[in-house]
């Protein structure tokens, strides 16, 4: 899965993927390089794709006198929205999508509802989860003013590993800890939302079921 929400005009994309159609993504990688990514008819009608991204100043549509195809270029916003499609390969991938077939060499993407279902399986309007995780975590520290541990940071104590892994639940940040006993028994301990008990400086006590050794981390995961 690609993730489009990082994206500095990460916006922008989602209101044409959400809003219009994801076809223009692809409309707007052929204009800005008509050679590298010719027009798909399977997908793209250049009248019709251009005036809709005229609507957001993405393109520039006019039709001369006695002139039967009308001209369609990009403005100044849809060169830096073309660029960072380029930059980051996702009118490349696109147009792998677009030259996608089966195990008998049949052509995947046949018409317009074939390709918005292929593109929706390759990517995300959203941000990346190990990114928002990241942002859930960046904030909390800063917040509370407590250096916690990163994404899946390792503890050693007395021959015991616990492994930290974040995750969201609701868009809240949530931990479980991977614990590796001394004695070779594993598990997994779910902390659940963590946020009180970080600001709480709480210890949290792991007893494994085995051997019974105790086991005591802090609430910064980092011993």
């Known amino acids: 899965m690609i993730y489009l929400g990082s994206l500095n005009n990460a916006a922008t994309l989602r209101n044409i993927i959400k809003n219009h159609n994801p076809s223009l993504i692809y409309f707007i990688c052929h204009v800005g390089n008509s050679e590298r990514f ?19 100043n993405i ?19 849809g060169i830096v929205i073309f ?9 490349n991938k696109i147009s792998e999508i677009l030259n996608k077939r089966d195990e008998n060499s049949n052509a995947l993407c046949t018409n317009l509802d074939d390709y918005i ?18 942002e859930r975590r960046e904030n909390i520290k800063n917040r509370l003013f407590i250096n916690i541990a990163p994404n899946n940071h390792e ?23 991977h614990i590796n006993c001394r004695c070779s028994e594993e598990w997994v301990e779910d ?33």
Do not use: M, W
């Open 38 to 56: 010719p027009l798909d008819s399977r997908i793209n009608d250049r009248e019709r794709d251009c005036r809709a991204l005229d609507t957001l």
């Open 59 to 77: 393109t520039q549509f006019k039709r001369p006198k006695h002139i039967h195809e009308g001209l369609c270029n990009l403005t100044r916003f």
């Open 83 to 91: 660029n960072e499609l380029r930059e980051y390969e996702i009118c």
């Open 117 to 134: 279902r292929l593109f929706n399986e390759e990517f995300s309007v959203e941000i990346e989860p190990a990114n928002r995780i990241e």
């Open 155 to 177: 503890i050693i104590k007395g021959n015991n590993t616990i492994r930290i892994e974040y995750y969201l639940h609701n868009e809240i940040l949530c931990c479980r800890l």
């Open 191 to 223: 902390l659940g939302d963590i946020e009180d008990s970080i600001a709480s400086y709480r210890t949290f006590e792991l007893e494994c079921r085995n051997c019974g050794n105790q086991i005591f981390v802090n609430s910064t995961f980092y011993h």
